[in-house]
């Protein structure tokens, strides 16, 4: 994995493989950002004029490598765009993405340094974790790969705030590796990983950083009565989990529940998906890696915050034994649910583990899944959902993830969808209801099995989860390990009791 640093160093005097720099829109052409200056010297003032005859403009995602002049140590100089210029201030993800840019494009280097403008730890952090995700690169299954991620990224500052530099960079480092974790989970292939396995890397990783994991089985799963995840893992080889991931703080003052879809594999059951829309169903389990990879960010983090994730791992197969439509489970907490189509199923693992995490009485509960294609329809493939119980928890769960540089949008819950979805004439429920705002209607699903008095949120993550496309900024194709750091933010904000 790619290591992090920060040094005080000039930018002409480091030695590295590339010296990455930032290049913007101006009014009047392009502008070289703040802590290239050593670099325009040695060019004698006509790097921005160099570079406009090669092609660049500043804009976002851009790219130029030029050959270092003499009075510099590294021997490649590589330009990336930050977007428009704004008095000369970048925000934080336009730093994060030049970052990414950079590392994704020195892919096969040992050492690059990032000679980007920063005037604060803020902006140390957004170029380290940028550089960091961008980096990532998954090569479990392939016996060669073309150019193996950079080994080293040296965040460059000055001496004032060094201190707090240095915070920046290892804060990024523990969120940033922990969303490379849960990028890797969720590209894993299903043969690889299943709800045993998956539970086995949560049990790893508590032993790792002094959590404590609690796995239910599929016996414990059935004598605790969980009929909505053993309906859905019931017609697979593999049998269900229930995990519980917890973190404590002796000064906590607030308690979150972070749970979580697992399902690590959905053919859709019996109601099989059509062709074309099975390829990329490893990701289903996107939320569980999410919320799992939050609370050992917490924990790495030290919040002062108690936090529990929960894992709700099963994989939705047809057999002779699988949940039919038409069938009733009895959830836990004692509401049947009557089966109407079993590709909706991540509602009925999540209603298992809302239920179960309601029962510990934690102060919020925000669940996460990969949940409809509804969502996507609605607001893409790089914007979430967010629904909850109460409108100020959804406004900050929204402008947490604004502030972190995830694209979500607030979305209602309708109280007039909610009745086809009562109108079951054996069940309290059934598991469908109006097919116009189906994102909608899950989340009113997952209402019912929220516990009075507890404040509850959903974020639909089917758009974001998985970039089927090519990578851009500092996301790769594939698992984008997606509300991670909103999760995070939300409980660092807990923490600080905001």
Known sequence: MTALSVSTSSAASLRADALVIGVAKGPKGLVVAAGAEAVVEAFEGKLAEVLTTLGATGAEGEAVKLPAPA??????????????????????????????????????????????????????????????????????????????????????????????????????????????????????????????????????????????????????????????????????????????????????????????????????????????????????????????????????????????????????????????????????????????NTDAEGRLVLADAIVRAGEEQPDVIVDVATLTGAMVLALGNRTFGVMANDDALRTKLHETASAVGEASWPMPLPADLRKGMVESTVADLANMGERMGGGLVAGLFLQEFVAEGIDWAHLDIAGPAFNEGGPSGYTPKGGTASAVRTLVRFAEDTAAGK
């Open 71 to 340: 009075g510099l140590k590294a021997p490649l100089v590589l330009a990336v765009g930050l977007g428009e210029a704004v008095d000369g201030a970048y925000d934080a993800e336009a730093l994060r993405k030049a970052a990414g840019v950079a590392a994704r494009t020195l892919a096969g280097s040992k050492k690059a340094a990032l000679a980007l403008p920063v005037v604060s730890a803020e902006d140390v952090e957004a170029v380290a974790l940028g550089g960091l995700l961008g980096s990532y690169s998954f090569g479990t299954y392939k016996g060669e790969v073309a150019k193996a991620p950079v080994v080293e990224l040296v965040v460059l500052t000055d001496r004032k705030g060094s201190k707090d530099a240095k915070a920046a960079v290892e804060r990024a480092a523990a969120i940033g590796e922990e969303m490379n974790r849960a990028r890797d989970l969720i590209n894993t292939a299903p043969n690889d990983l299943n709800p045993k396995s998956f539970a086995a890397i949560a049990q790893a990783a508590g032993k790792e950083h002094g959590l404590k994991v609690e796995v239910l089985d599929e016996k414990a799963l059935a004598k605790g009565g969980f009929g909505g995840i053993l309906g859905v893992g019931v017609g697979s080889a593999n049998p269900p989990r229930l995990v519980k991931v917890a973190y404590t703080h002796p000064k906590a003052k607030a308690t979150l529940a972070f749970v979580g879809k697992g399902i690590t594999y959905d053919s859709g059951g019996i109601s099989l998906k059509p062709a074309g829309h099975n390829e990329t169903m490893k990701c289903d389990m996107s939320g569980a890696a999410a919320v799992f990879a939050a609370v050992v960010a917490a924990k790495r983090l030290g919040l002062q915050v108690n936090v529990t994730a929960w894992l709700a791992l099963a994989e939705n197969m047809p057999s002779g034994s699988a949940t039919r439509p038409g069938d009733v489970l009895r959830m836990y907490g004692g509401k049947t649910v009557e089966v109407l």
